[in-house]
């Protein structure tokens, strides 16, 4: 079993739909939690990052930890197509500054 | 310029042949790392280095070897090249502690390497 699982999708949704992407993972360790976004042939870039449960905001994208159920969660309001792209969660037990572990990615498609 | 370069962009290559791919950095970041990126499997770890005389072995290490030359260069090598290591590589980077504002990896565009 993998430390982090990722359903890897693809999902496609209609502009302006609110996404919902999920990771679980066994580790309980793990503190600090990160979304990352990757666009076709670039490496992937910090969207999100969160220590711990609870929830955080950035403009149209919510992260959510729930350390109970080692669950994260991203959310994207009003979905452009411009957020089409891939996301992958990881985390770490002691600060982002160490080893990630991540999911395998969930390949997001917004079409107008 | 990139804060992080990797080069070659692509790269076609036989089987046994010896291959270089090469990271530089400008974050001024410790930390170094290289990972495979293959579809359905996500960022595997290869190597990673904390500072130029640390190095240690990722996840998925056999047939790689790796050489940091400085701070800012970290160069990872296949020795022999084989079909099943036809991947998308990615360098990244990261501070040795906490800094404000500065979280996470910061990742280089990758090279997509292809063994025939």
């Known amino acids: 079993q993998k430390e982090v699982e990722q359903d890897p999708g693809p999902l496609s949704v209609p502009e302006g739909a609110i996404v919902s992407l999920n990771c679980t993972y066994s580790?309980?360790?793990?503190?600090?939690f990160m979304w990352y976004r990757q666009y076709s042939r670039k490496g992937p870039e910090l969207l999100m990052y969160t220590y711990s449960s609870g929830n955080k905001e950035d403009g149209r994208f919510t992260a959510q930890v729930d350390k109970s159920s080692k669950y994260i969660s991203l959310f994207i309001r009003d979905s452009q197509p411009s957020d089409s792209a891939t996301y992958l969660c990881?985390?770490?037990?002691?600060?982002?500054?160490?080893?990630?572990?991540f999911g395998a990615g969930t390949r997001l498609a917004v079409h107008p | 310029d990139a804060d992080v370069t990797q080069t070659p962009r692509n790269r076609i290559t036989k089987t046994g042949k010896r291959i270089m791919l090469e990271c530089s950095q400008t974050?001024?970041?410790?930390?170094m790392y290289w990972y495979r990126q293959d579809p359905g499997l996500g960022l595997r770890l290869i190597y990673y280095s904390f500072d130029v005389k640390d190095i240690n072995k990722g996840e998925i290490s056999d047939g790689y070897s790796v050489s940091r030359q400085a701070q800012a260069k970290f160069s990872l090598s296949l020795e022999s090249a084989i079909p099943n290591q036809t991947a998308l590589y990615f360098c990244?980077?990261?501070?040795?502690?906490?800094?404000?504002?500065?979280?996470?990896?910061?990742f280089g565009s990758g090279t997509r390497l292809t063994v025939v």
């Open positions: 974050k001024g970041h410790d930390r």
């Open positions: 990881a985390m770490t037990v002691s600060g982002g500054y160490n080893k990630l572990i």
């Open positions: 580790n309980s360790a793990f503190q600090y």
């Open positions: 990244a980077t990261s501070p040795s502690s906490q800094t404000q504002g500065d979280y996470g990896y910061t």
